[in-house]
């Protein structure tokens, strides 16, 4: 079992920049893709990075060069980076792990870009 807990969301003008946490407990973290998705009132989640046990990192191309998916596996940690955020990249954000063949989500953050 994992559980995932995200912290680090909040309310920023377009422009902008945050970063998010994921932090795991339960075992496995090190072996696990993580992945960030994010969810807009009224859209579906969406994913949006993922970054694989090795180190190995693709994202969305609407977030492509302006968000950095990033991993401490002595922190059993994930992050997002956000820069350049727009209007758009408004949503909750939810961290995912995938091991084995389970899934694991965690309870979302909400990030909102607006002037």
Known sequence: ???LVESGGGLVQPGG???LSCAASGSGFSIASMNW????????????????????RNYADSVK?????????????????????????TAVYYCNAFLRVNQYWGQGTQVTVSS
């Open 37 to 56: 998705y994010r969810q807009a009132p009224g859209k579906q989640r969406e994913w949006v990075a993922v970054i694989a046990p090795g180190g190995s």
């Open 65 to 89: 060069d302006r968000f950095t998916i990033s991993r401490d596996n002595a922190k059993n940690t994930v992050y997002l980076q956000m820069n350049t955020l727009k209007p758009e990249d």
């Open 17 to 19: 920049s945050l970063t």
């Open 1 to 3: 079992q994992v559980q």
